[in-house]
T-cell receptor, first 117, second 116 residues
């Protein structure tokens, strides 16, 4: 069965600190997608990144970076020089084998990040 | 233009009532979903439709009935509302862009349902 674990329920940092949000997944599929979403206090779900299982390149987008390691089934997310606006709940998600034809995303429990000024 | 829009954003209703949540996407996507987010923020799939065909119905009480009149719309009707139905309901859509190339899920802004 597929599963996503975000072991950190809450993280609190001070502005300008770097912070890494962990995501570990379980799947027997060889082809799958991994995603990160941000849910700010306003409640909407904001897409951050999509990565397919064949692309293990790390990605950097501004202050955000992602480290995908198939060997450890992890897809971790790092925010460099955190800002108060980064305060949100962050979700990691894994696609099921039928993603693209009506399949689902399996979400982790979410990590609530609080960045204090 | 909003890509995935749901109405209403807030819904407060009494137990036993019937209510509907509407969802529309203007992205031209073939697949639409309903997800439920509970009070602990956990997100779980309820339904998915691909080209108007029901694909996933994930252990949802049959008081919940999705309806997809066309590929751009997926509405959620809930009969005989119960206190435990209080949650945030998210509509989403995605697209198959070709062999092995699928988009992310684009989510609506959510509907906060409170049953009193």
């Amino acid at each position: 069965a597929q599963k996503v674990t975000q072991a950190q329920t809450e993280i609190s940092v001070v502005e300008k600190e770097d912070v890494t949000l962990d995501c570990v997944y379980e799947t027997r599929d060889t082809t799958y997608y991994l995603f990160w979403y941000k849910q700010p206090p306003s409640g909407e779900l904001v897409f951050l990144i999509r990565r397919n299982s064949f692309d293990e390149q790390n990605e950097i987008s501004g202050r955000y970076s992602w480290n995908f390691q198939k060997s450890t089934s992890s897809f971790n997310f790092t925010i460099t020089a955190s800002q108060v606006v980064d305060s949100a709940v962050y979700f990691c998600a894994l696609s099921d084998p039928f993603w693209g034809q009506g399949g689902k995303l399996i979400f982790g429990q979410g990590t609530e990040l609080s960045v204090k000024p | 233009d909003t890509a995935v829009s749901q109405t209403p954003k807030y819904l407060v209703t009494q137990m036993g009532n019937d209510k509907s949540i509407k969802c529309e996407q203007n992205l031209g996507h073939d697949t639409m979903y309903w997800y439920k987010q509970d009070s602990k923020k956990f997100l779980k799939i309820m339904f998915s439709y691909n080209n108007k065909e029901l694909i996933i119905n994930e252990t949802v009480p049959n008081r919940f009935s999705p309806k997809s009149p066309d590929k751009a719309h997926l509405n959620l009707h809930i009969n005989s509302l119960e206190l435990g139905d209080s949650a945030v309901y998210f509509c989403a859509s995605s697209q198959d862009q070709g062999p092995g190339d699928y988009t992310e899920a684009f989510f609506g802004q959510g509907t906060r349902l409170t049953v009193v």
